[in-house]
């Protein structure tokens, strides 16, 4: 990646909370394509990380650049500008139908006959969700919840889609298939993935390469099947080294 030039670049970023420092200095790279994970403990910022790319929470300090270019501080700006986040939580429209749902998520769009395109998309990608389209959101499963949440994200056809802990809350078996899913989003739409995620085997499992967040620090990084077999890692973040 040396001589290529990253979508998505986090510089020296601080977030503070009153008196009390969540960020302290954060320095990431993204580059196209590429599928990125910061993985940390419960409380070490991940969540902040995100909110703060979104203009969802005030910067203390530092830059977050697009192409090179300042990223907005404001989150409607930031969507447009080509971040999109799928939240922490999901926060589907609970009220709306699937369809309406994906529909909100297209506001970025300015050629409206674009959002069919981009439905149908998110239906090839999700075939549940085109079977649901007609229900409303707050009825759907955990996992249904989270593609939607995918999903909606997708259709302002962001260059960058966030994740925040996709995996949270969900059954062992529907994480599976939301990771493999996020594989095939990388894989057929080309899409550059920044994701934060507690379950870190799974985290470096699907993603390219990694960021090791700690107490509002960056401590580690680097290729992710390497960091997988790491044994600080290990003894960290995946309950130990396997006798």
Request: with cysteine.
């Amino acid at each position: 990646m040396e001589n290529a030039t990253p979508i998505l670049s986090v510089k020296n970023l601080s977030v503070n909370y009153g008196a009390i420092q969540a960020l302290k200095g954060v320095d990431l790279d993204v580059y196209p394509g590429e599928i990125v994970a910061v993985i940390g403990a419960n409380g070490a910022g991940k969540s902040t990380m995100m909110n703060a790319i979104m203009g969802d929470v005030p910067r203390a300090g530092g830059e977050i650049l697009i192409d090179g270019h300042p990223l907005p501080a404001r989150s409607f700006l930031v969507v447009t500008a080509g971040v999109c986040l799928s939240p922490e939580g999901r926060k589907v429209f609970a009220p709306l139908t699937v369809y309406e749902n994906l529909q909100m998520g297209a506001f970025p769009l300015k050629d409206r006959s674009m959002v069919a395109e981009q439905i149908k998309k998110v239906y090839h990608l999700f075939p549940r969700l085109e079977e649901r389209q007609n229900q409303y959101a707050g009825t759907l499963s955990g996992g249904e919840q989270q593609m939607l949440a995918i999903g909606r994200a997708l259709m302002a056809m962001p260059r960058v889609m966030l994740l925040d802990e996709p995996s949270l809350g969900l059954a062992p078996i529907i994480i599976n298939e939301i990771f493999k899913e996020l594989t095939e989003v990388n894989r057929q739409l080309g899409m550059t993935i920044l994701i934060v995620e507690q379950n870190a085997k799974k985290a470096l499992m699907l993603s390219h390469r990694a960021y090791v967040l700690q107490t509002g620090k960056i401590v580690m990084e680097g290729n992710s099947k390497d960091l997988l077999h790491n044994p600080e890692i290990e003894e960290a973040y995946l309950g130990g080294k396997k006798k």
